[in-house]
């Protein structure tokens, strides 16, 4: 019984090794440039290999480009992604099979490096809507609002800490300012 229990730990452990990449650490130090993961299978004897995944790093360890593939190895998704100097993300762009843009996100950041706005735009480069935040004196996100390609108001988050900092309160509201939903959040100390 023992043995069983030892050769089912023991596989469930190879496994699940393939489920964790590299850390960011790890790539920067070993000048990691990219890495391609393919799934090799073997049905009735020969083996088959299909793409897992691809993904390029810069020289701080960010993922600059990912690309997934399906089980079957035909295309999934593809990210290419711009970061700044701070190592924040500026810019996704999601592309189709054929190589055309699907969409795009420009993130831009406040001198604190907090998000502070978030638009998208579409494959043809038309802008679609925009996400807005703004922060509290203690760096607190306190709003994020969503607006249209017209700068109207769709959707609007309202968030409320405690005087420890501690978000209470997470409420949100649609277009015409009707409260959808709150979420409360109770500590215990």
Do not use: C, W
């Not at 590299?22 to 290999?49: A, L, R």
């Not at 999934?76 to 711009?82: A, N």
């Not at 004196?137 to 700068?151: C, M, P, Q, S, V």
């Amino acid at each position: 019984m023992k043995r069983i229990l030892f050769l089912i730990l023991i596989s469930l452990t190879v496994h699940a090794l393939p489920a964790f990449s590299q850390s960011k650490k790890d790539v920067k130090k070993n000048k990691i440039k990219s890495v391609k993961v393919t799934n090799v299978v073997t049905k009735d004897g020969k083996e088959q290999s299909m793409n897992e995944s691809f993904q390029r790093f810069d020289a701080s360890g960010e993922v600059t480009e990912e690309i997934n593939y399906e089980d079957d190895g035909s295309f999934k998704s593809h990210f290419v992604y711009v970061f700044n100097k701070n190592g924040d993300k500026t810019e996704e762009v999601s592309y189709l099979a054929d190589g055309k843009v699907k969409k795009k996100k420009t993130i831009k950041y406040n001198a604190n490096g907090d998000k502070i706005e978030e638009s998208h735009s579409d494959g043809s480069g038309n802008f679609v809507d925009k996400d807005v935040y703004t922060y509290n004196a203690n760096g607190d996100r306190t709003t994020e609002i969503t607006l249209d390609n017209k700068n109207n108001v769709i959707h609007k988050v309202i968030l409320l800490y405690d005087n420890k900092g501690m978000k209470v309160s997470r409420k949100s509201y649609d277009a015409k300012g009707n409260l959808e939903s709150e979420k409360k959040y109770v500590y215990e100390y």
